[in-house]
């Protein structure tokens, strides 16, 4: 794939807060004006400076002629059956392509974005292991995304319709500082604007990064991927067990300072054979006792190269059963599998690939 000629970061609006943007500025230029650029970035998301009416010629000028908008391009996009939308967005900084899915639903809209471009740690039923990883997001290229979505579909992030989910490619705990300063441009009612409680985050289960983010100020809800009901089967599935295991995993969970009404997920992808059986289940449900906790269960998505069967549905039930007589257990519905949407699905997939699953 070709590449364009790399840009420092900080050459781009997106991504900047409100100090920075000051900064930029600097002293001769009133304070108000920041404010102006900052709503025009994210609130009023324009997709070109000369969209930003209420600033003076001269300033919108010389903005222009030191530093890029920083906004995503759509490079690709691939529309499922079930009416959701993957996106390939091309990155801004070096012309790197990263994933973005929209899920529409009649009550509801969700965004899922990603944090890194490919993923370092090589869960064995992921697509996106098999891609590695290449880099970390920028704070805008973070922004961005959801930034790209809002406009092209014309969403309301104040809604309480619109959920956005850190759930697509890499690990956002390896990211974590980015995606803070990102979560606090898209929480900052001059900003994006919307509720924190609509943002969650999904872990392989980073132990120290997990503890950091408990004690974030303005931080989304935490989701971690368990995928196993025993640290032996965990290994197997999920190599980051070696250096983080289930136990001490657990503890941290426990140990997490939850806000009122606030609940730990649990997600659990179902391998078919392998982590699926009513022992399994029972297992789950002695490991999560006694915390705040919701499951989801996740049938595995199919992808080539994965060794791994998804289970049946009589199996994906029989193990919610078990699972809800003790705690609170959903199956998430798969969504855009025929496009390589899906959890565990995202790699950049283009239409040759496409055909295999269609």
Not at 10 to 17: C, R, V
Not at 90 to 102: A, F, Q, S
Not at 120 to 133: E, K, R, Y
Request: contains cysteine; aromatic residues 4%; hydrophobic residues 40%.
């Amino acid at each position: 794939m070709a590449r364009v000629h790399p840009r420092p970061a900080d050459t781009f609006l997106t991504g900047k807060e409100l100090p920075d943007l000051q900064q930029l500025l600097g002293p001769a230029v009133p304070a108000y004006r920041a404010k102006q650029v900052y709503e025009a970035l994210y609130r009023q998301n324009i997709n070109d400076l000369s969209e930003a009416t209420m600033l003076p010629d001269a300033l919108r000028a010389d903005l222009a002629a030191k530093e890029d908008l920083g906004r995503l391009k759509i490079d690709n996009r691939f529309s499922s059956v079930d009416g959701t939308t993957r996106y390939l967005l091309k990155l801004p900084l070096d012309g790197r392509t990263v994933e973005t899915v929209l899920m529409p639903e009649e009550t509801r809209h969700t965004i899922c974005i990603s944090t890194q471009v490919g993923c370092p740690v090589d869960c064995q039923f992921c697509l996106t292991a098999a891609m590695g990883l290449e880099r970390n997001l920028t704070v805008g290229e973070i922004v961005g995304q959801v930034l790209v979505l809002l406009r092209e579909h014309n969403l309301d992030p104040r809604s309480e319709q619109l959920n956005l989910v850190l759930m697509g490619m890499g690990e956002p705990l390896l990211n974590l500082d980015n995606v803070l300063k990102a979560i606090r441009i898209l929480c900052d009612q001059r900003g994006v604007s919307m509720a924190v409680r609509r943002i969650a985050l999904s872990t392989s289960g980073i132990i120290p990064k997990i503890e950091e983010l408990g004690r974030a100020e303005i931080r989304p809800r935490l989701a971690i991927s368990l995928n196993a009901s025993s640290d032996e089967q965990r290994r197997e599935i999920m190599p980051i067990t070696r250096k983080y295991p289930l136990k001490e995993l657990l503890e941290v969970c426990r140990n997490y300072p939850l806000k009122p009404r606030e609940k730990l997920m649990f997600e659990y992808v179902l391998l078919g054979g392998v982590n699926d059986s009513e022992a399994d289940a029972h297992r789950v449900v002695k490991l999560l006792a006694n915390m705040k906790a919701v499951v989801n269960l996740i049938a595995l998505n199919p992808g080539p190269g994965i060794p791994f069967k998804t289970p049946s549905v009589e199996n994906v039930n029989a193990f919610q059963q078990i699972i809800m007589k003790a705690i609170p257990c959903y199956v998430r519905k798969p969504r855009g599998r025929d496009i390589y949407a899906a959890c565990g699905q995202l790699k950049r997939t283009v239409t040759q690939e496409l055909v295999a699953i269609s």
